[in-house]
């Protein structure tokens, strides 16, 4: 999955742990970003996400 953003580069991390975020639907989020898996989001997501303890840069 990647989570595009024009006005910045993207960058590759895995999460640690999940996060979900967006608009919902019937109570569940738009977007999750599932444990284990690798994400390619813009540079500012990936360096909170790795700030939270949730995602590592790969």
């Given amino acids: ?4 953003n024009a006005n910045e580069p993207t ?3 895995r999460m640690t742990g999940w996060m979900g975020y ?3 639907g019937g109570g569940a989020p738009s977007v999750v ?5 690798t994400y390619g989001v813009p540079q500012s997501e990936a360096e ?3 700030g939270a303890g949730l ?3 790969v």
Wanted: hydrophobic share 50%; charged share 10%.
């Fill in 33 to 37: 970003l599932q444990n284990g898996e």
């Fill in 48 to 50: 909170w996400l790795v």
């Fill in 22 to 24: 967006g608009p919902t």
């Fill in 11 to 13: 960058v590759s991390i």
């Fill in 1 to 4: 999955m990647t989570v595009s």
């Fill in 55 to 57: 995602a590592v840069r």
